[in-house]
């Protein structure tokens, strides 16, 4: 079946731009997590829902990011006021139970200039 | 805060070789653990989950191991292929929360 899909994969910013992630999460997949991932290091946890409450934005690394699941499924991380530092693979994962097997997409690449 | 540490950072072995990727972890206190492999460019596959109940989990030529209280697993990959070249990371999964903490991985070139 269809796997986790995220768009854009490659997103080329202005600093100071606004910008919208999207992921579809596996169908019927209740759990959904951002990941953000540094050149050359794992993933680091950015928030997570379970449906569309937001029950984890600890890993946030600032207010100009934002993540919601209005509908329990697409999610949209929003990143607002683009700095250079935010240059990262932006991962989305889901899994159909919390605390079981997570299914990462392919990233969405953001370079900010 | 968990801190997941990968041993080796990188490894190049001759294909058929046997070998033993490393992560240590200084919280137990997890519920389970994932292990994935990544391409270079690409997302993360997820190649296992031992639960914290668990000694051993095997899928094909994989097998991963853990020790909870000594905050220790291993992948072991058996008969190593070139298409095994890739980057592997292993994640716990805290017991009293939902994310996953990264190591940064092993580097896996396996040579034909």
């Known amino acids: 079946g269809a796997g986790v899909s995220q768009s854009p994969r490659y997103k080329v910013a202005k600093r100071g731009q606004d910008v919208a992630l999207r992921c579809d999460p596996i169908?019927?997949?209740?759990?959904l997590f951002w990941y953000q991932q540094a050149l050359g290091q794992g993933p680091e946890f950015l928030t997570y829902f379970q449906n569309e409450a937001q029950l984890d934005k600890s890993g946030l690394p600032s207010d100009r990011f934002f993540a919601e699941r209005p509908e329990g499924s697409v999610s949209t991380l929003k990143i607002q006021r683009t700095q250079q530092e935010d240059s990262a693979v932006y991962l989305c994962a889901s899994s159909l139970v919390l605390k079981e097997t997570q299914y990462f997409g392919p990233g969405t690449r953001l370079l900010v200039l | 805060k968990q801190e997941v540490t990968q041993i080796p950072a990188a490894l190049s072995v001759p294909e058929g070789e046997n070998l033993v990727l490393n992560c240590s972890f200084t919280?137990?206190?997890?519920?389970?653990l994932q292990w994935f492999r990544q391409d270079p460019g690409k997302g993360l596959t997820s190649l296992l989950l031992i639960q914290s109940s668990q000694r051993e989990q095997t899928s094909g030529r994989l097998n991963a191991s853990l020790d909870k209280s000594s905050g220790r697993s291993t992948l072991y990959i058996a008969a190593s292929q070139p298409g095994d070249s890739a980057t592997y990371l292993c994640?716990?999964?805290?017991?009293?929360?939902?994310?996953?903490?990264f190591g940064a991985g092993t580097i896996l070139r396996v040579k034909s």
């Open positions: 169908s019927g997949h209740v759990s």
């Open positions: 919280d137990s206190a997890i519920y389970n």
């Open positions: 994640a716990p999964r805290m017991e009293y929360g939902n994310k996953l903490v």
